[in-house]
């Protein structure tokens, strides 16, 4: 089955930088989306980006989708302490099934203030 | 609004007992989805619900896991006869049905329970 995988498994950077997260998955899809999950909480939508798609913006957070390499990034800009947490990508698994979701095991983001 | 709400948020039982997750979609949500988060895993899909239909129930165990979403009230997450193994986190989520972009389903998750079991 396809999966997301998100690289690195964990970034620790200092407030005021940019975070930049990847996620990779397998097989084709139609869209792709980020998730945060803060320690011991559920997870916050973030953004929906669909494969006709290359790169959506949302606030301070900018996603980009190349479903030739099959991979998308998340990117953070002026990160704040509160920015951190898990993040993750879902995949809907391909063949109909689009509301099944696939998640990898996340990056966990760190900023220090 | 309220979001999706989830109770209890902790569930602590002995082994053999049985565990009865709660569920209560964002409102005019029709679709409920559970998944289980295992230590240092990914959530990992288990069943999706409409109103008194299970439709995908691929990836619940087949022994000791049921699910149902009645006409009225929660959905109910329930696991009989737990085992160690099945301590974890479990999450719902809810969506409308996308009957324009049916392709394109945006998922929005409750905050879980954390089911131990000792």
């Known amino acids: 089955s396809q999966q997301g995988e998100e690289d690195p498994q964990a970034l620790s950077i200092q407030e005021g930088e940019n975070a930049t997260m990847n996620c990779s998955y397998k097989?084709?899809?139609?869209?792709l989306q980020w998730y945060r999950q803060n320690s011991g909480r559920g997870l916050v939508h973030l953004i929906l980006i669909r494969s006709n798609e290359r790169e959506k913006h949302s606030g301070r957070l900018r996603v980009t989708l190349d479903t030739s390499k099959k991979s998308s990034s998340l990117l953070i800009t002026a990160s704040r302490a509160a920015d951190t947490a898990s993040y993750f990508c879902a995949t809907p698994i391909s063949g109909g099934s689009n509301y099944k979701l696939t998640f990898g095991k996340g990056t966990l983001l760190t900023v220090n203030p | 609004n309220a979001g999706v709400m989830q109770n209890p948020r902790h569930l602590v039982r002995r082994r053999g007992q049985e565990a009865r997750l709660r569920c209560s979609p964002m409102k005019g949500h029709s679709h409920v989805y559970w998944y289980r988060q295992l230590p240092e895993e990914g959530l990992k899909f288990m069943v999706y619900?409409?109103?008194?239909?299970?439709?995908?129930e691929s990836g619940m165990p087949k022994e000791r896991f049921s699910a149902e979403f009645p006409k009225e009230g929660p959905s109910i997450l329930r696991i009989q006869q737990v085992v160690r193994g099945d301590s974890a986190a479990y999450f719902c989520a809810s969506s409308w049905g996308n009957l324009a972009e049916p392709e394109v389903v945006e998922q929005y998750f409750g905050p879980g329970t954390r089911l131990t079991v000792t």
């Open positions: 097989t084709s899809i139609n869209n």
């Open positions: 619900l409409q109103k008194e239909n299970i439709i995908d």
